[in-house]
């Protein structure tokens, strides 16, 4: 076995039946569950037991990330929007109608988390309509809309993954 044959084994682009890819997709969400506008959410869970430190922290935090955010999204929002756009349509178009299995994979990676992205900005534009009150709780009711988007995604993923896995066969 050649050097080659072993990095065409190891980066399959048969991305469902490869380790790799399911690696990245736990990976992806638990991060994305975890960093909420950029606070860990550790020092939420301290901020909302009562811990000072923790809630100046977050506070802090917050209110340099939501502002950073907004600013980017307001100078180019609409050209992020287009590029996502862009993107989500090519994978899928490219990923079912041509039935090209990495380009499904990566479409069932990006397109949620460009959905968590927009329900970052909303997050953003709420705690700072409202003065940066009850941050805890916000970020509290954004993590767990965070966690039943990955649900949904892993458990579709997870689908959409075996029923290719099964249809194709061994050789592809």
Sequence with gaps: ?????LVTEVIDLRSFSNL??????AIMWSTLSHWTL?????????ARRGDERAAQD??????????????????SG????????FLSTGLAITGWAYRVEFCQAIFLLIFPAFLVG?????????LQASGYQDVSGVLRS??????MLGVLFIFLTAFWGMYTNVTVGPLG
Excluded: C
Aim: proline share 3%.
């Design 1 to 5: 076995m050649d050097f080659l044959d």
């Design 20 to 25: 790799w890819y399911w690696i990245v997709l």
């Design 38 to 46: 950029g606070v860990p959410y550790h020092i939420v869970n301290r």
């Design 58 to 75: 977050m506070q802090a935090l917050v209110e340099i990330n939501s502002e950073r955010l907004l600013a980017v999204t307001a100078v």
């Design 78 to 85: 609409p050209v992020m929007l287009g590029f996502a756009a």
């Design 118 to 126: 927009a329900l970052l900005v909303a997050t953003a534009r709420r």
């Design 142 to 147: 954004h993590r767990i809309k965070v966690q």
